[in-house]
């Protein structure tokens, strides 16, 4: 069975500290692996996803992660970060099984950034 | 672009009553999926629907639950009768036809059983 962990439940951290959130996952298929974001009062928005060939993605608002495939792990990272990036984050695998389709989430990491 | 919108907002009702959650995805998008949040957990997959054709429900928790996507458009989930614990986020989402697809969130029907 799939499985996503997200080691880190609250990350507190101070505005231009740098970010890395732990994601492991387990699934013995093709990968494909996704960070969502849902901000305070919004709904889940994709950062970004990784498919196939750079291990290293780039997404939206200069967050980065990297798929380490002897590692199972999809971390995310932000070099630096900023108080409106205080969200939940999640990362997730999709699960494909012919034309079916699922995505299996973490639990999610809520990140708080102090001005 | 419109994005995927889901009604009501929110949901109040009393465990034995029914509620229907409705999810408008975005245009042209064939995929159309069903999560839930249950009291702060983990987002769990319910169903995936292609066109109005049911992929896999396997994630549906028992047979209170109903789903539909008529003509292959908007999709409604029933629950009938609800229980305490169906309390929860249920999130809609949708994606367009292939392998690398992505899938776009709707804002979430926030439902509380009391």
């Known amino acids: 069975a799939q499985s996503v962990s997200q080691h880190n439940h609250h990350v507190i951290l101070s505005e231009a500290a740098s970010l890395e959130l732990g994601c492991n996952y387990s699934y013995g298929g093709t990968v494909n692996l996704f960070w969502y974001v849902q901000y305070p009062g919004q709904h889940l928005q994709l950062l970004l996803k990784?498919?196939?060939?750079?291990?290293l993605v780039k997404g939206i608002k200069g967050f980065e992660a990297e798929f380490i495939k002897s590692k199972f792990s999809f971390n995310l990272r932000k070099p630096s970060v900023q108080w409106s990036d205080t969200a939940e984050y999640f990362c997730?695998?999709?699960?494909?099984?012919?034309?079916?389709?699922?995505?299996?989430f973490g639990s999610g990491t809520q990140l708080t950034v102090l001005p | 672009e419109a994005g995927v919108t889901q009604f009501p907002s929110h949901s109040v009702i009393e465990k034995g009553q029914t509620v229907t959650l409705r999810c408008d995805p975005i245009s042209g998008h064939d995929n159309l999926y069903w999560y839930r949040r249950v009291m702060g957990k983990e987002i769990k997959f319910l169903l995936h629907?292609?066109?109005?054709?049911?992929?896999?429900e396997s994630g549906m928790p028992n047979n209170r639950f109903l789903a539909e996507r008529t003509g292959g458009t908007y999709s409604t989930l029933k629950v009938q009768p609800a229980e305490l614990e169906d309390s929860g986020v249920y999130f809609c989402a949708s994606s367009q036809a292939g392998s690398r697809e992505t899938q776009y969130f709707g804002p979430g029907t926030r439902l509380l059983v009391l």
């Open positions: 629907f292609v066109k109005e054709s049911k992929q896999d």
């Open positions: 997730a695998v999709l699960r494909s099984s012919g034309s079916a389709r699922q995505l299996t």
């Open positions: 990784y498919f196939s060939g750079d291990p």
